[in-house]
Structure formats: C-alpha cells, structure tokens
T-cell receptor, first 113, second 114 residues
Framework: RKEVEQDPGPFNVPEGATVAFNCTYSNSASQSFFWYRQDCRKEPKLLMS???SGNEDGRFTAQLNRASQYISLLIRDSKLSDSATYLC??????????????FGTGTRLTVIP | GAVVSQHPSRVICKSGTSVKIECRSL??????MFWYRQFPKQSLMLMATSNEGSKATYEQGVEKDKFLINHASLTLSTLTVTSAHPEDSSFYIC??????????FGPGTRLLVL
C-alpha cells in the first residue's frame, strides 16, 4: 500500500470556483504534513504546512484529521495561476539522516477562464 | 528562504555516456541531501539519501553502481548516471535538508538520453 494516496484528477474548474483536494496516508506514525505545488517541468515548492487545528493562508485552507489519516486542501476563488499539480506530502519520523518525506502522486488542477 | 541549485538544468547525451549532476545548498549547510527521480505524470520517487562524508543509502531497486553519489562537502552532492540509457531519461531533483530538518528542493535536471 502506498504511504500517501491522492486522487490524480484532473480537476478542471472555472475561475472563481472553490475546489477541494483530499489525501490519505497509511502510517499512523506520520508526524507532519504538507501541501506542495508543482508547476509543469519544475520542482515542487512548499505551499503550506498542515496542522491538526487546521490552518488558512489567504484563499487556501488545509485540514488534518489524524483519526481518519486524512488531509485536505481547499482553494477558494480559484485563479488561473492556481493551475498546477498539488502534492500531498507526509513526514514520517525516521533515523537521523533517513529520508522522511513521502509524496503523493499529485492532483492536477486546471483553472479555466 | 534557503536556496538549492542544480547544474546542469538540462542535458542531452548519447546512450552509453555518463552524466554528472551537481546539487548545491547555497546559503546553508546540508548534512543530508536527497536525490529523486520523476517520470512524466508520476510522483517524485526517492532514489537515494546522501550523507556528507559517508556512503549514500539507496532505495530498493536503484542500482548503486549505476547512480553514483558523492557528498564530499556540506554544500555539494553529485549524482553521476553511468552508462546512461534511454530509459534513464527523466527529471532528476535533489533536495537538501537543513539543521532543523526542513527540505529545500533544487530546480531539477532534465536528462534526455538518445
């Protein structure tokens, strides 16, 4: 079973729409959670961390449900510039020096004029 | 924010040649760097973890003799794809981890093997 699972989409939404992405993770020892954004042919860039209490950054809201091992990202008032692939990323504690970021396959979003 | 550079940004080579990719942390020291590979429409897949001054740790299925990693200093790790073949064509991305365990990604290197 994959450590992180996401619906690959694609999601095609009109400008101004609200869109939500979901993600589940399999390891209950996961410690921290992130949403990354990856534009075509570019490296992933951190969009926001996800906290248990939920957190908001402008038009973006992230939520975490530890009991269900579920993470979500909500984008309100979508802009054309939001078109990208959104990666759900989970940090699992490991030995010092061991990799601890696990990436979902990403959800592709296209915002249409 | 912290900056990680990669060089070259893209490379085209003939089958059978070796290609070296450099990853540098420009404004912080990184005891650990990671090398990922991403095929079209797929997620990032970790290839290996590079620790300064010691041998790299490779993920299952990644040939250590084909993908040579050298982490000679706290700011530089190199990945050499030896005897490259067309199936090695991919997007290679490095990341560097700082002392508070935050990972920063390089801009990636697009490799095309003809």
């Amino acid at each position: 079973r994959k450590e992180v699972e996401q619906d690959p989409g694609p999601f095609n939404v009109p400008e101004g729409a609200t869109v939500a992405f979901n993600c589940t993770y399999s390891n209950s020892a996961s410690q921290s959670f992130f949403w990354y954004r990856q534009d075509c042919r570019k490296e992933p860039k951190l969009l926001m961390s996800v906290y248990s209490s939920g957190n908001e950054d402008g038009r973006f809201t992230a939520q975490l449900n530890r009991a269900s091992q579920y993470i979500s990202l909500l984008i309100r008032d979508s802009k054309l510039s939001d078109s990208a692939t959104y990666l759900c990323v989970v940090n699992i504690s490991g030995q010092t020096g061991a990799n601890n970021l696990f990436f979902g396959t990403g959800t592709r979003l296209t915002v249409i004029p | 924010g912290a900056v990680v550079s990669q060089h070259p940004s893209r490379v085209i080579c003939k089958s059978g040649t070796s290609v070296k990719i450099e990853c540098r942390s420009l404004d912080f020291q990184a005891t650990t760097m990671f090398w990922y590979r991403q095929f079209p429409k797929q997620s990032l897949m970790l290839m290996a973890t590079s620790n300064e001054g010691s041998k790299a740790t490779y993920e299952q299925g990644v040939e250590k003799d084909k993908f040579l990693i050298n982490h000679a200093s706290l700011t530089l790790s190199t990945l050499t794809v030896t005897s490259a073949h067309p199936e090695d064509s991919s997007f290679y991305i490095c990341s560097a981890r700082d002392r508070v365990l935050t990972q920063y990604f390089g801009p990636g290197t697009r490799l095309l093997v003809l």
